[in-house]
């Protein structure tokens, strides 16, 4: 198995009933048949999305008609190609990973797609992951909506923690979102 599958794995399902109330809104077609195809082909009415419709505004429908998604099986969950403005997907997450962390990512990865239609850089290598501020604005972003969805400080904690951060820039990660850390951890 490698680091990509296993990162892809990673969180627990738990879903309450106000997530579910907002997830059910939307669809996402888990199931990938071509390594590159239309965002709206697999993942429906997220232009009724409040999160989604306050990225884009007026341009929601025609920037998610435009949209394009990669599937790639090397990388880890998602993330914007930054050449192209792609959403590039693990279609191994995309099947098996808990579906709110993968709409919570769709959303994070949202904010990058409107920051790379505005010209910014997505990965300036001068900052750490956790400083960039391209990073924060795209995680300020999905923390809000992981708050509608009812997400306590410590899903949220839960959410953040990757096996491709450190400890030290996931708690650091937390603080700087106003995420209480856990003790536990
Ligand atoms: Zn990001």
Known sequence: MNDAIRCANRKPDTQGERTWNRLRKVRINRDVQVPTDRFTEYFKEFDNVEAVRSIFGEETEKVLDGLRVDFVSGIDYMRVNDSDGDIMINPHYLKH??????????????????????????????????????????????????????????EIFQYLKTECMSKEEHRRLAEILNVRVSKHS
């Open 97 to 154: 990973g808990d579906l709110r962390d993968i709409y919570l990512d769709l959303i994070h990865e949202l904010v990058h797609v409107k920051q790379f239609r505005e010209g910014k850089k997505l990965v300036d290598r001068r900052f750490d992951y956790t400083d960039r501020v391209t990073e924060i604005e795209a995680y300020r972003h999905t923390v809000e909506e992981a708050r509608k969805l009812g997400m306590t400080d410590e």
